[in-house]
């Protein structure tokens, strides 16, 4: 039996006295830490098996577009969105599906899937595009006021011209042809001095302004 000077001992009760004060918070602690780890390792698996099937989906999708088959495309973008909301395919996949219901004349279904897009697409720059083209596709369905609603909120500077361009065809429609001058010389100010890759683009809403709409 092993045997303890007085110094070991004392520093062995000073260590049992400490064990009763703080053992059962270390335990926890170390309890907590086990499962938060083990958690994390959990959700990186789930999110990586989640962009996997997501992605495999939207190929199939892609695929239907090719083909021209949009029941297809559009059961596959609603299966992306109810499943695989986090991901970014679902909100890539409720544009393709709102561009393919705009091409079969069903406005209201397309500014639906936009407006999901607008709503939950994980990238900035789809929620604006998003955005942009849901209040498109309302102002061909003559809802003027909730299209204005979509274009008032900011979006990333190089969208801001686009916005201002639909935004001065909205009130051109609206025969609100003063406040849509005003909207196209915004869009124009926005564009690069210099002549260029914008120029074409440049004359374009110049043409707008000066016919007080679209051209």
């Known amino acids: 039996m092993a045997t303890y000077d007085l110094e070991e001992q004392e520093q062995i009760e000073e260590l049992k006295t400490w064990w009763k004060m703080h053992g059962a918070l270390i335990s ?12 994390w390792q959990g959700w990186q698996w789930w999110d990586r098996t989640q962009s996997t099937q997501a992605s495999q989906l939207y190929g199939e999708l892609q695929r239907s577009l090719v ?26 996949a409720a544009m393709l599906s709102g561009k393919v219901l705009v091409d ?59 916005y201002l361009e639909v935004q001065g065809d909205i009130l051109a429609a609206q025969g609100k042809v003063a406040e849509a001058r005003t909207a196209y010389d915004e869009a124009i100010k926005l564009l690069p001095a210099n002549a260029g890759a914008g120029a074409p683009y440049r004359e374009i809403l110049e043409t707008k302004r000066d016919s007080g709409g679209a051209a």
């Open 28 to 39: 926890a602690v170390i309890v907590a830490l086990s499962v938060g780890v083990v958690g």
């Open 67 to 92: 083909q021209q088959d949009a029941k297809r495309v559009r059961l596959l973008a609603g299966e992306l969105i109810d499943k695989y909301s986090r991901t970014a395919y679902a909100g890539m």
């Open 104 to 162: 079969s004349g069903d406005f209201k279904s397309a500014q639906a899937q936009f407006g999901w897009a607008a709503e939950n697409a994980k990238d900035p720059g789809l929620r604006d595009l998003a955005r942009l083209r849901q209040a498109i596709v309302l102002a061909e369905d003559k809802s003027y006021d909730e299209a204005l609603k979509r274009l008032a909120v900011p979006p990333a500077p190089t969208f801001k011209p686009r």
